[in-house]
């Protein structure tokens, strides 16, 4: 049955049936499907219809009547608020399931190809504390629950943490995150106390005011910690902050700090200052050394990285005899990762800063076999820099959630190496992708990976070989 509240409809005993794209839940409701947040399948819920489209709508839960068997108490207290860890309610072995389904689904769905048994996804040995970078907002606008605006006492509107969903303005202030291992959550209440009880202004993200932006603080394997302070302008106080975090939490090994007066929060163009130890932390995988400074990207579940790259270069299937071609290469993790068992190794990127960053993982580590070149990948790789380039006999592609490109797909079957493999974080576009280079390829092997437990984000490597 249906009734209106307001201007929003609802819909009453909904019976959520299963997970769908993106991580939410999906129902039918007169042949039209109704996608739902916050839920679980098995829960039988009243749902607000928030938008209606022709094929389909979506909702958010109102009324709970059932719980479902299978929902589990969430360990976060933030649980519900906040925009992360969105599946803390389902058990670990139904979000395998779920991730799996996906990956299964994309590509039967959208590949539309001939398929090989797609092994079990490889489960994430930690579900909890598991990434090594968290960026944090400062806010004077934070958000308030119902409780505390219920409860009628004087609320204090400064915060520091993660944007509410769909809220550029609205902060919610984190008490305890169970992303990153201590003392990431240590550091950060230290912070916040620090400002507030030394005036340190909060900025505020619609006038534009205000002395404290962002923090970041990330950690590597080697036990390594970096904090970096993004602020608006560079205030006497701020080094008295810098200065407590040195003296009282002398794990942190690089202490550095931005500027940045712009809109946004992004600095890749900005002068990162440092205030102690070094300008990057170390990271370590399989004895080969990655240096990470403040703009590197290196992958946020670092133990889980390693059995990623593991996976992708066992379906390289490299002898020491091959030429092989790293689209995508970022710093240069996986190709530095797999020189020792190729005879060449190409990286392309168009980060001009990552590559650079890759040229230094191959001096640290001494090795000699691999070169690194910037540029838009659909501009680089073209028959100009093929004419320049031995020809490659596999090619990794590690592309963003977009995929590649039409024309680096299009250049892929004019190479015609003989291998592919395609590491992707997005299930759908890899489809799409592996649906053009049917073309001259057969999917031969697929093994999907959890790099990111709680959520609905999943890694799969699809390994092509030339037909």
Known sequence: MAKFRGKHKVIEKVR???????????????????FIEGVAPGDLVDVMVTRKKPNYMEGRPMTFHEYSKDRIEPFCEHF????????????????????????????????????????????????????????YTFSNWKWFTKAEVDSGEELDRRGLGFHIPGRFDKILDVENCYHQPEPSNTIRLAVRKYCLENDLTFY???????????????????????????????????????EHLKVNFPQITSLQYVVNDKINETFNELEVKLYSGEAFIMEEMEGIKFKVGPKSFYQTNAPQAYELYKIARDFAGL???????????????????????????????????????????????GITNTSFY????????????????????????????????????????????????????????????????DEKYRVERVQPVDMFPQTHHVENVVLLVKK
């Open 204 to 242: 505020d993200l619609v006038k534009r005011t205000g002395i404290m932006r962002n923090l970041i603080i990330r950690n590597s394997v080697l036990d390594q910690w970096m904090v970096i302070l993004q602020v608006a302008s560079e205030d006497e106080k701020l080094f008295g902050l810098l």
């Open 319 to 365: 002898t020491g005899k091959e030429v092989v071609y790293d689209l995508y290469t970022g710093t240069g993790t996986i190709a530095n990762f797999i020189a020792k068992n190729a005879k060449e190794v190409v990286g392309l990127e168009y980060v001009e800063d990552a590559i650079e960053d890759a040229k230094v993982n191959s001096e640290i580590n």
């Open 80 to 135: 519900g608020t906040c925009g992360g860890c969105k599946w803390q309610h389902i058990p670990y072995e139904l979000q395998l399931k779920y991730k799996h389904q996906q990956v299964i689904d994309s590509l039967q769905r959208i590949a539309k190809v001939e398929l090989p048994e797609i092994k079990p996804i490889l489960a994430s040995a930690s579900t909890q504390y598991y990434r090594n970078k968290l960026e």
């Open 16 to 34: 959520i049936e299963g997970i769908a794209a993106e991580g939410k839940c999906i129902a039918r409701i007169d042949d039209q499907v109704l």
């Open 374 to 437: 910037a540029g838009d990948m659909k501009d680089l790789l073209n028959d100009e820099f093929m004419s320049q380039h031995a020809k490659p006999d596999v090619i990794i592609t590690d592309p963003p959630r977009a995929g590649m490109h039409e024309s680096v797909v299009k250049m892929l079957l004019k190479i015609e190496a003989e291998k592919i493999v395609y590491v992707s974080c997005n299930p759908a576009t890899q489809a799409r992708d592996l649906a053009w280079l």
